[in-house]
């Protein structure tokens, strides 16, 4: 009896390379075996049958060490190519993995400049909220500014003119206030010393045959006594 069994060959990879390697052989195969095990044969009988079968394909199809050597080799081929495969599945789950680790990457480094952007805004909306503050403070204060220089405006308006009465008053007073001392001068001989200090008052009355000289101090001597006093000494001479 004919029979291989390929290592790490499941029966069916070993099915689908027995028909690609030897397709007039499986032709012939499938013909001389039905698809499923008719109801008058039992399992045994099935597989003797299966086996008588095969040995008479193959002795008519006369497959030696070319058949084998032909699935060996497409055997081969399909090991390389699930190798092929597998490298290639793992490059790209490498590459996936890859992808995704950088697309995290991004999404952190993204979520992380939002976070400062954020923090930056909220500073600059303090600093601009700051900025309003002491903004509305400077204009207070320039209204309040303002406001004392209008109120100073007007007041030197109001002390220029009062300086332009005055200087009209001296102008009228002066002179009179001149002539009145001189009048007063002459009548009553009253002479003033003007270089003393404030508390007091010092000067002297010529009188027809004598000068007397007067000093009073304000603090201590009031003025009702000092005005009789000067008075007595001017009424003795007249």
């Given at each position: 009896?004919?029979?291989f ?7 069916r ?5 027995f028909?690609?390697v030897?397709?007039?052989f ?8 039905p698809d499923k095990?008719?109801?008058s044969?039992?399992?045994?009988e099935?597989i003797v049958?299966l ?8 002795d008519n199809e006369k ?13 081969q081929?399909?090991l ?5 495969q597998?490298a290639?599945t793992?490059q790209?789950f490498?590459e996936?993995?890859q992808m ?10 993204s979520?992380?400049a939002?976070?400062?952007?954020n923090?930056e ?7 601009v ?21 209008e109120a100073?405006q ?10 332009q ?12 206030t001149?002539h ?5 001068k002459l009548?009553?001989?009253?002479h003033?010393?003007?270089d003393t200090?404030q508390n ?6 010529c009188?027809?045959t004598?000068?007397?000289p007067?000093t ?5 001597v009031s003025k ?8 007595d ?6």
């Open positions: 009896m004919f029979s069994r390929l290592p790490f060959c499941t029966s990879d070993q099915n689908i390379l028909r690609n030897c397709p007039k499986s032709k012939d195969f499938d013909h001389r075996v095990m008719d109801d044969l039992n399992e045994p099935y049958r086996a008588e079968e095969l040995i008479t394909v193959i497959i030696e060490n070319t058949l084998l050597d032909n699935i060996v080799k497409e055997w081929k399909i390389e190519i699930r190798e092929i597998k290639q793992k790209v490498q996936v993995m995704e680790s950088a697309e995290e990457a991004n999404y952190q480094k979520q992380t939002c976070q400062h952007l923090q805004g909220q500073s600059l909306e303090q600093l909220s700051q900025q309003k503050e002491g903004l509305a403070n400077v204009v207070s204060t320039c209204e309040r500014l303002q406001q004392n220089l100073c007007q007041e030197s308006q109001k002390l220029e003119l009062e300086r009465e005055v200087e009209k008053q001296k102008k009228i007073s002066i002179p009179k001149r009145d001392i001189t009048l007063y009548i009553t001989n009253l003033w010393q003007l200090p007091e008052l010092k000067g002297y009355v009188g027809n004598e000068v007397k007067f009073f101090n304000k603090e201590q009702f006594d000092i005005v009789n006093s000067l008075w000494m001017i009424e003795e001479d007249w």
